[in-house]
């Protein structure tokens, strides 16, 4: 019988402890996404400038020893990585016995990452990884052993939910835990979930001021994963840690998937070469693609689910490319039974994220009681103020809080070398990724029986 996780952070921790009297000693396996290059955009104090990369010789490795190369030369707060890279075909049996390093990163191809996962914990590696940590359900139970032999070796196994550090979220966190302003949180419906949050994204983009390379997998779900198991990980993350913070989650009794959804996004052959560099499409893509070569990718995906009896829809969508002058954007609104909190990023809001909070019975009353909490919010965030409009109020925030994605990766790094040497990962983390994941891919189960 199928038993929910629930791992002793005291006890994972205790094994890294030494971590906090030397350095980090990073290791790099098969990097294949730009994410694995993010992590070292800055220095950090603890982390050994010196960093074994494992992985085959190829596009994915050069693009990434590239931007390593860019960071290291640029104009501004240059880093100084120094990467020792092996490229034999045992590249991942090399990486397991010399054990170059303590902490090993992991963003790239999905297919080879859950495995990659499991073979690094087994050999007693601390694991710092990229979404999704699992693209199926196999996948998913072949996770569920990673944490349990994490836990064994007395390693931490985490993953990079980025989105946590954004100021507009932070912030619609914060107010929802405020029952003076937010109330409680609604219990919602399918027709109206209590909790939506979307996401749009595009598939040519700019990373560090250039347009980004895609790898030709990158097309083929197989290994990149479908929509509803990648980018939906951090939607499905930000509703838990939104709605129940700080609580464990039982994902056997308090998830249940209720509906889902995936649809393909049809990318030209013109458009995969500009993107990938590729003029030819491999072997992989050509049974997803058609005579003229337009690839399905199926890439787009929508779950509606419940979560401790909480109706909640998380869903994503890939275009090509954005319009001039935009980008990628998200939505996302908690319904409470005295405000609505809401993020949005359109037109209206130049296509910058803005938090609104929106009365369902405004008044003078109401009014005073949100100044009292954003007073008692600018004791962390100070310059944080009110904007009133028709529906309540525009939350307004200072430009120094309002940090781009790539800022975010070093925020999350951070935080994993702060659970390393402080010993304070909190309880719920680890049983909470493992209820995230079986969301994702029990969604992606039941989509693609549909």
Request: aromatic content about 10%.
């Amino acid at each position: 019988m199928n038993r929910p996780i629930i791992m002793s952070t005291a006890l994972i921790l205790s094994g890294v402890a030494a971590l906090g009297q030397q350095p980090v000693k990073l290791i790099t396996l098969d990097p294949g996404h730009f994410h694995a290059a993010l992590v070292q955009k800055s220095m950090y104090p603890q982390v050994d400038p010196e960093v074994h990369v494992y992985a085959p010789a190829g596009p994915d490795l050069q693009m990434h020893l590239d931007k390593i190369n860019g960071y290291n030369s640029a104009a501004t707060n240059p880093t100084r990585w120094k990467e020792i890279v092996y490229t034999g075909n045992d590249y991942l049996q090399r990486m397991l016995q010399e054990k170059k390093g303590n902490v090993v990163v992991l963003a790239g191809n999905n297919r080879l990452k859950t495995d990659y996962i499991l073979s690094s914990v087994k050999a007693g590696f601390n694991v710092f990884a990229d979404k999704p940590m699992a693209i199926d359900q196999t996948g998913f139970e072949k996770l569920k052993q990673a944490f349990i032999t994490a836990e064994r070796n007395k390693v931490l196994l985490y993953d990079i939910m980025t989105e946590r550090y954004e100021i507009t979220t932070i912030l619609q966190r914060a107010f929802s835990m405020e029952p003076s302003v937010f109330g409680t949180l609604q219990k919602g419906t399918a027709e109206q979930p209590a909790v939506t949050k979307e996401s749009v994204h595009h598939f040519y983009k700019y990373v560090s001021g250039a347009v980004l390379t895609r790898p030709a997998w990158f097309f083929d779900v197989s290994q990149e994963g479908e929509g509803i198991v990648d980018v939906t990980t951090h939607l499905v993350d930000l509703v838990q840690w939104e709605c129940f913070p700080d609580v464990t989650l039982d994902y056997l009794k308090d998830i249940h998937i209720d509906n889902a959804k995936s649809w393909p996004t049809i990318i030209s052959k013109a458009q995969f070469t500009e993107v990938t560099k590729n003029e030819a499409l491999p072997a992989y893509l050509k049974k997803r693609s058609d005579a003229k070569g337009n690839i399905s990718v199926l890439s787009n995906g929508e779950i509606n689910y419940t979560i401790k009896g909480v109706h909640a829809k998380v869903s994503v969508i890939w275009n090509y490319k954005a319009p001039e002058g935009t980008g990628d954007t998200h939505y996302s609104i908690m319904r409470g039974s005295k405000a609505n909190l809401v993020i949005r990023q359109a037109a209206e809001q130049q296509y910058k994220p803005t938090l609104y909070i929106e009365p369902l019975a405004p008044g003078a009353a109401y009014e005073r009681s949100v100044q009292e909490i954003v007073d008692k919010i600018n004791k962390q965030y100070k310059g944080v103020s009110l904007k009133k409009n028709a529906k309540g109020w525009e939350v307004i925030i200072p430009e120094q809080f309002k940090e781009g994605h790539e800022s975010h990766f070093a925020r999350v790094t951070e935080k994993y070398l702060e659970y390393l040497s402080k010993h304070n990962m909190p309880s719920w983390e680890v049983p909470n990724m493992i209820a995230k994941y079986y969301t994702t891919t029990k969604a992606q189960q039941l989509a693609t029986k549909k």
